[in-house]
């Protein structure tokens, strides 16, 4: 019996043989987005009865916008790695907190670079067209939820930051930047438009080892900052040569 279920698990989690081929056409990919920050320190929100769930902190005064790009490289048919780079900024202010007659506000610029891993829940269907791993976008092929992807997300990286206080915070500013660690999590969804394109957003929130993003330090602190970035991103898929390698590669070789 213990066998039979053993085989049965097999089956469902292994791509077929012809799936298993046609993602490996479009191996490489490079993507573009922008979207939105939600930063979590010290300035600003809310005490903790005052503040279900911590919903109450996040405020349309605070977000700010970030842009990205990242390369992905697929290692198998669900998982792939992915380097990215985002350029943003996070904006922290007392206005509307439990600290409001504090008047504390600070503005932060930011660069995120990140290593990153992503595990494929749900695949898409169109990698089993060979048609759409061409570059077609006959959408008749195949339905709207059969070109999605759901996917998970962690790895690590660090935030270089400068901050930038107003006349009430200066004089408690410890530090005016600097760089520190940070991990990442999240989830994200494509929508598979080609066998070529993808459109997709993506949610993530950011643990960071620093406790000082926004420029200030409570006494009273018991955690380090947090961020959460909200991107739409643009995806392009790079047709692989038979070597392995992008095909633009694979042709300048063969000119050689």
Known sequence: MRNILFAIMLLLFLPSPGSAQLWKMRRYEVSAGIGTTQFFGDIGGYSKGDNILGLK??????????????????????????????????????????????????????????????????????????QRMKGSSNSSLLGFFQMLDFYIYSGFGGLVYNVKPNEKLEPYLKESGGFTGVIPLGIGANFNYTGAYNFGVELGGRYTFSDNIDGYTSDFSKSNDMYYLLNFTFTYKIRTGENGLPLFMSSKRRRR
Do not use: C, W
């Open 57 to 130: 902190d996040i405020s349309f005064t605070n977000t700010r916008i970030n842009i990205n790009t990242a390369f992905k490289y697929r290692i198998l048919d669900n998982v792939s790695a992915r380097l990215s780079l985002s350029f943003g900024s996070f904006h922290a202010t007392d206005e509307k907190g439990s600290n409001e007659g504090r008047g504390f506000e600070s503005s932060t610029q930011f660069i995120e670079p990140l290593i990153i891993g992503e595990y494929y829940i749900i695949k898409n269907k169109g990698e089993n067209s060979y």
